[in-house]
């Protein structure tokens, strides 16, 4: 059983990364945002508590958030573990996390916001399936359009520059001082992630001190 947490500001592919790992080593990811992201589009009346919050780049209220982690965490099927991206991201959120589970490990990916930027405001999101393109370096085939479900590709309601900022904002603000409490704990792994995708996930790998990542062929998939 593993249990991870993975920080990095906007950007440094927390759900990228949580993916690799979690399809290799049989973990449940569980990413707060998208948690909250199908909640609004799907309508619920969860949705529309967080729906103005989210476009505007500020966090949730910790109640909402904590809610969502404890009812993800409380359907127990995760027997190989978990990795959860976007939670912790204030101190009461870390309190509350560390009084109820215990981790193995944080990976922290860092990124310039310098490069946060380039890498944000070029990111599309497919509206059927919830996959991530990026138009510096994974275009899709045709242009617009999902590769994997045909869906449109549309911009996040948050990735606009102004609410980039008051992200940005809040993670220096409220998510690095979760860093340090984690710390002092010796829990976090620091990578560097500025490579491709792939170095990303490998040196998290060696550092966690888990088997290599093996790629697929990418002209097979
Ligand atoms: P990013 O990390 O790129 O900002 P996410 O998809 O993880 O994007 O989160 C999107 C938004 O969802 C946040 O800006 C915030 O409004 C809300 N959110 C996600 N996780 C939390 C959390 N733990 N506490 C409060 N709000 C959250
Ligand atoms: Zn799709």
Same mark, same amino acid.
């Given at each position: 059983m593993?249990k991870?947490v ?27 945002? #998208?948690?909250? &992201? ?20 500020? $966090? %949730?209220? #910790? @109640? ?10 409380? *359907?127990? +099927? ?6 959860? @991206? ?6 009461? *959120? =870390?309190?509350?996390f560390l009084e109820s589970y215990d981790i193995d490990g ?6 310039? #916001? ?5 890498? %944000?405001?070029? &990111? ?12 510096? @370096? ?8 999902? +590769?994997?479900?045909?869906? @449109? ?5 948050? #990735?606009?520059?102004?609410? $980039? ?7 220096? *603000? ?11 704990k010796?829990y ?9 995708? +792939? ?16 790629? =697929? +062929?990418?002209?097979?998939?």
């Open positions: 593993r991870y993975i920080m990095g500001v906007q950007g440094s592919g927390k759900g990228t990364q949580s993916g690799l790992l979690a399809a290799d080593l049989d973990l449940v990811h569980i990413s707060v945002g #998208d948690i909250f &992201r199908w909640n609004v589009v799907n309508h619920t009346k969860l949705g529309a508590q967080v729906r103005r919050t989210m476009a505007k780049g500020e $966090l %949730v209220s #910790d @109640d909402l958030a904590e809610g969502v982690v404890r009812d993800r965490l409380t *359907q127990h +099927d995760w027997n190989y573990g978990f990795i959860i @991206d976007g939670f912790p991201r204030n101190q009461p *959120q =870390a309190e509350f944080v990976i922290h990916l860092e990124l310039p #916001d310098s490069e946060v930027r380039r890498r %944000v405001l070029a &990111r599309r999101l497919c509206s059927g399936c919830g996959m991530d393109y990026n138009l510096i @370096d994974s275009n899709p085939q045709l242009a617009g359009t999902c +590769d994997s479900c045909g869906g @449109d590709l549309v911009i996040r309601e948050d #990735d606009t520059e102004e609410a $980039l900022a008051v992200r940005l904002r809040e993670y220096h *603000q409220k998510t690095n001082p979760v860093l340090d409490i984690f710390r002092r010796e976090v792994v620091s990578v560097d992630a500025r490579g491709s995708k +792939d170095e990303v996930q490998q040196s998290i790998r060696k550092y966690l001190g888990l088997p290599d990542y093996h790629p =697929a +062929d990418p002209a097979v998939g």
